[in-house]
């Protein structure tokens, strides 16, 4: 069975009471003064291991705000490791926007190896700034980046974006609730981007046009038919439960997700 994780970032507007008002990037900002901190890191951090370990979830894919290269230092690094391992929690991938600057990138990097996951889950600038430096920079440190589908539409501009994969070191999270936000058939971008797939952040989204994400089987994105896509095409990598609500706590919603998409690999594991 595929490894499923607990997106971190579920709880981007859980420092802010779930009363986000302002987007994204108030939630990233809250959270990243929350944890950075290093007097109350581990306790902030400890807390959420054991939130995201109640649901019954046994591995995680870490947003940066709640571990950022921009600011962590190694005593926060091994704290966070620590905090992991005591935890039973191993990190399947980084996940977000990972520098405008070499030193940034490469610092993302770092993190990534020191955390034990081999898979950078988002986006950077530097791809459009020096390609060949983030590729043999991703060859150095022995890691892939999965470029996260958002403002694209179609996978069509995602393959663009991948281009030549360096060896493999570049390809595609699918964002499957973006893609529902941008009218597209998820499961048919899986299929298009089956050569390319990194990793997947299973989402699913209320209507198109928007991105208020929802427990699965409520939205408008085919979430078991993304799943019955991947086992199709004998996809082995991980499968990240995401769902980030502004305004209410994604727990519960999430520990029901965990268990749809669980029993939905039983059943193709059946088949």
Same mark, same amino acid.
């Given at each position: 069975?595929?490894?499923?994780?607990? *997106?971190?970032?579920?709880?981007v507007?859980?420092?802010?009471?779930?009363?986000?008002?302002?987007?994204?990037g108030?939630? /990233?900002?809250?959270?990243?003064?929350?944890?950075?901190?290093?007097?109350?890191?581990?306790?902030?951090? =400890?807390?959420?291991?054991? /939130?995201?370990?109640?649901?019954?979830?046994?591995?995680?894919?870490?947003?940066?705000?709640?571990?950022?290269?921009?600011?962590?230092?190694?005593?926060? @690094?091994?704290?966070a490791?620590?905090?992991?391992?005591?935890?039973?929690?191993?990190? @399947?991938?980084?996940?977000?926007?990972?520098?405008?600057?070499?030193?940034?990138?490469?610092?993302?990097?770092?993190?990534?190896?020191?955390?034990? #996951?081999?898979?950078l889950?988002?986006?950077?600038?530097?791809?459009?700034?020096?390609?060949?430096?983030?590729?043999?920079?991703?060859?150095?440190?022995?890691?892939?980046?999965?470029? !996260?589908?958002?403002?694209?539409?179609?996978?069509?501009? *995602?393959?663009?974006? =991948?281009?030549?994969? $360096?060896?493999?070191v570049?390809?595609?999270? =699918?964002?499957?609730?973006?893609?529902?936000?941008?009218?597209?058939?998820?499961?048919?971008?899986?299929?298009?981007?089956?050569a390319?797939?990194?990793? @997947?952040?299973?989402?699913?989204?209320?209507?198109?046009?928007?991105?208020? #994400?929802?427990?699965?089987?409520?939205?408008?994105?085919? =979430? !078991? $038919?993304?799943?019955?896509?991947?086992?199709?095409?004998?996809?082995?990598?991980?499968?990240? @439960?995401?769902?980030?609500?502004?305004?209410?706590?994604?727990?519960?919603?999430?520990?029901?997700?965990?268990?749809?998409?669980? !029993?939905?690999?039983?059943a193709?594991?059946?088949?």
């Open positions: 069975m595929n490894q499923i994780s607990f *997106m971190s970032a579920n709880y507007a859980r420092p802010l009471g779930y009363r986000m008002t302002r987007g994204w108030e939630g /990233d900002k809250a959270t990243n003064e929350a944890f950075r901190p290093l007097e109350t890191f581990g306790q902030r951090f =400890i807390g959420m291991l054991q /939130d995201i370990r109640a649901l019954g979830f046994k591995a995680i894919d870490l947003w940066l705000a709640h571990l950022n290269p921009l600011w962590a230092t190694s005593e926060h @690094v091994a704290t490791r620590a905090a992991l391992e005591q935890h039973g929690l191993p990190v @399947v991938s980084l996940a977000g926007g990972f520098g405008s600057t070499p030193e940034e990138f490469e610092a993302s990097c770092r993190l990534a190896v020191a955390l034990n #996951t081999n898979i889950a988002g986006s950077t600038a530097m791809l459009d700034k020096d390609r060949p430096f983030v590729v043999a920079t991703l060859q150095a440190y022995g890691l892939k980046l999965g470029l !996260e589908n958002h403002p694209e539409k179609r996978p069509e501009e *995602m393959l663009a974006k =991948i281009g030549d994969s $360096g060896d493999g570049l390809g595609t999270t =699918i964002d499957t609730g973006w893609y529902g936000t941008q009218g597209y058939d998820a499961a048919e971008a899986i299929d298009k981007l089956k390319h797939l990194v990793h @997947v952040h299973l989402k699913d989204v209320l209507a198109p046009g928007a991105h208020e #994400t929802c427990r699965y089987g409520r939205g408008c994105v085919p =979430i !078991e $038919g993304c799943v019955q896509m991947l086992q199709r095409l004998g996809y082995q990598g991980g499968i990240s @439960v995401e769902h980030e609500p502004e305004h209410f706590d994604p727990s519960e919603d999430c520990r029901a997700n965990l268990a749809m998409l669980q !029993e939905w690999l039983r193709m594991e059946r088949l």
